[in-house]
């Protein structure tokens, strides 16, 4: 399929005139055949030294089926780890190796291989284009590169693919847990929408609902063919692949990372840290999937609160920067975490607009699926759902719920839970 772009940059009834980036998405059958025939006849024939990158396994899996681009390119440059990381060592190996007449950087891989060649496509102010090697990650569109850097993970600007070419004879062969943690990675959209509709009611933070809906349609197409997908039938993959996309799109689109990240984001970045939890070889979408559970049932106690009568709104506190260096500087990250949460998010949020709005608030928790029903559709797609399938201890859940809102200084329902009290609790 091509992704209809034109479709998605029409007058929307949010008022804004939405844009994305990227000129082209094709994710189908024979896909790596399209972007040989666009370098040598078409769009792309104007790029004389594009370079691939890529992997040691990625390198071996899908180098038959990319032979002819490969037969036309500068050079290849494959990075080794066991595993590669996306840090500052591997963005010093890439510069060193990257030819320096590269004019376009053809990034073959998943997350990191993407964000390496993202961030040095940025610092080289030469484009690149995107060949994903398996639908586990809602990433591939991102503008920012996120890079494990002298220890500590941050976030830097990065340039957005020019084209992605998505060929399903290469993602949809991918190790099973690649596609599954794919699966977990979109269902936490459902919370990540409700994040973003609630901080809309409470704040009057901008809100596209057109863009939701495209969510919700994505959401729907890849739940319903959740067997098909654990199949390998392409068709369903094409569906998961489009829905991690287009997440990219609509990050695009509304000009923030509101369409794609929020509270099971903050919680999946928390654990990577390793602030409160030891060391785990767990992929970014599978803690996306088990924070989704978490916060799906903390959300929906709160529907209840406010069902009953019982949820009473109470004055924001400003954390005093001796908390943020208790609880975050022992892994030194203090000032960062302070910068990101300065100004304080609940400020801005007027309790008496938040205590008129609960009855609305507790409509749009109602929307997110039950932890039953999240649970069966993480069977189904075979996905992990508890800490301990992703070496985590069950004893991390308050202590995640407590700082995980601090990883982003944005409005989700997690942190507005902290302007909220249960009666009798």
């Known amino acids: 399929m091509e992704v209809d772009l034109g479709q998605l940059r029409k007058p929307c009834s949010c008022g804004r005139a939405h844009n994305a980036s990227v000129r082209g998405i094709w ?27 890529w992997d040691d396994p990625t390198s071996e899996a899908v180098e038959e089926i990319l032979e002819d681009v490969l037969e036309i390119c500068q050079e290849e440059i494959c990075l080794s780890g066991n595993p590669l990381a996306a840090d500052n060592r591997s963005v010093e190996i890439l510069e060193e190796t990257l030819p320096e007449e590269t004019d376009l950087i053809l990034a073959v891989g998943g997350g990191t291989i993407h964000d390496l060649s993202r961030y040095i496509a940025y610092e080289r102010r030469i484009p690149y284009i995107s060949i994903p090697t398996a639908a586990s990650t809602d990433s591939y569109l991102a503008e920012e590169a996120l890079l494990l850097w002298d220890g500590e993970k941050k976030l830097f600007p990065a340039e957005s693919p020019l084209y992605v070419f998505a060929d399903t ?66 068709d369903a993959c094409e569906r998961l692949m489009y829905g991690l996309l287009l997440s990219g799109l609509c990050v695009q689109m509304a000009g923030s990372m509101r369409p794609a990240v929020s509270a ?10 390793e602030l409160i939890n030891g060391s785990t070889d767990s992929l970014y979408g599978e803690r996306v999937g088990v924070a989704t559970l978490l916060l799906e049932e903390y959300y929906h106690r709160f529907r209840r609160a406010i069902e009953d009568g ?31 949460n300065t100004p304080e998010p609940l400020l801005e949020v007027d309790p008496e607009r938040l205590r008129q709005a609960l009855p609305e608030i507790a409509e749009i928790l109602e929307e997110i699926p039950s932890g039953e029903k999240l649970r069966d559709m993480m069977e189904e797609g075979g996905c992990r759902q508890t800490l301990g399938r992703v070496a985590l201890s069950g004893q991390l859940i308050s202590e995640t719920l407590e700082l995980a809102p601090y990883m982003q200084g944005s409005l989700s329902f997690l942190r507005l839970s902290k302007m909220l009290k249960i009666a009798g609790e």
Request: hydrophobic share 35%; aromatic share 10%; proline share 5%.
């Open 264 to 273: 099971p984001h903050h919680i999946s970045r928390l654990w990577e840290m």
């Open 310 to 340: 019982v949820c009473l709104v109470v004055p924001p506190r400003k954390q005093e920067p001796e908390f943020f260096r208790q609880k975050f500087g022992p892994r030194g990250l203090f000032e960062s975490v302070l910068r990101e």
């Open 169 to 234: 004879n290469i993602f949809s062969r991918a190790p099973y847990r690649l596609t599954a943690s794919g699966i977990s990675d979109l269902l936490g959209r459902y919370i990540c929408l409700a994040d973003w509709k609630i901080a809309h009611l409470a704040s009057g933070e901008y809100l596209c609902r057109e863009i939701c809906d495209l969510e919700y349609r994505a959401l729907k197409d890849v739940t319903r063919r959740l067997d098909d997908i654990r199949e390998k039938e392409e």
């Open 27 to 53: 994710i189908e059958e024979g896909a790596s055949r399209r972007l040989y025939e666009m370098l040598t006849e078409g769009e792309l024939r104007e790029f004389t030294a594009p370079v691939i990158v």
